[in-house]
């Protein structure tokens, strides 16, 4: 269970481009999701809370305009990066809490990311 | 403010050749600790969550143990297939949808 699902695993886009990444819980339903930022020899930065049917809260200095988040239904959370730039290149993994409207105190179950090249 | 260190950063075993990971914690009413791997491009994936001082998870080649003050992955007998980046996280204080995580353990494991 609490089976977490994102695409596509891998991107390539030109500089100025959008790119949208979608993540999926398969099992379960999640009100929350979470996006997160990883790079290369560091640990995961929380970039943003999706809420579903409301607004992300964005952590401090990720711009809301750039990433572009929407949580339509409870199994699914988008990010888009829009007008990428070779220092988005990163990769972006999502999460969710496992079990129906997990509790707080449950474990964040982890997407398998996506690698964003922007060239 | 929540915080976790994990140490070491790296670690370097023989195949077969126990060792322990720490993880470290701050926080304000502690509501949970959890470990995870990571492999090499792949997302986090759960291995345990501990609750309470004194409580231990075991999985396989792997048990995890929880103080008032910091947790420890133990690995016995370790293989090369445990190579990878333990995480340790903890639920914070204050945002309590959020999670804090640990800069991690880069464990190899050479046969």
């Known amino acids: 269970g609490a089976v977490v699902s994102q695409h596509p695993s891998w991107v390539i886009c030109k500089s100025g481009t959008s790119v949208k990444i979608e993540c999926r819980s398969l099992d379960f339903q999640a009100t929350t999701m979470f996006w997160y930022r990883q790079f290369p020899k560091q640990s995961l930065m929380l970039m943003a809370t999706s809420n579903e049917g409301s607004k992300a809260t964005y952590e401090q200095g990720v711009e809301k305009d750039k990433f572009l988040i929407n949580h339509a239904s409870l199994t699914l959370s988008t990010l888009t990066v829009t007008s990428a730039h070779p220092e988005d290149s990163s990769f972006y993994i999502c999460?969710?809490?496992?079990?129906?409207?997990?509790?707080?105190?449950?474990?964040?179950?982890f997407g398998n990311g996506t690698r964003l090249t922007v060239t | 403010e929540d915080q976790v260190t994990q140490s070491p950063e790296a670690l370097r075993l023989q195949e077969g050749e126990s060792s322990s990971l720490n993880c470290s914690y701050t926080?304000?009413?502690?509501?949970?600790l959890f470990w995870y791997r990571q492999d090499p491009g792949k997302g986090p994936e759960f291995l345990f969550t501990?609750?309470?001082a004194g409580e231990e998870k075991e999985k396989e080649r792997l048990k995890a143990t929880l103080t008032k003050k910091e947790s420890f992955l133990h690995i016995t007998a370790p293989k090369p297939e445990d190579s990878a980046t333990y995480l340790c996280a903890v639920p914070n204080s204050g945002g309590y949808q959020k999670v804090t995580f640990g800069t991690g353990t880069k464990l190899q494991v050479i046969p």
């Open positions: 926080v304000s009413g502690l509501r949970g």
């Open positions: 999460s969710a809490r496992g079990g129906n409207r997990g509790s707080l105190n449950s474990p964040l179950h």
């Open positions: 501990l609750y309470s």
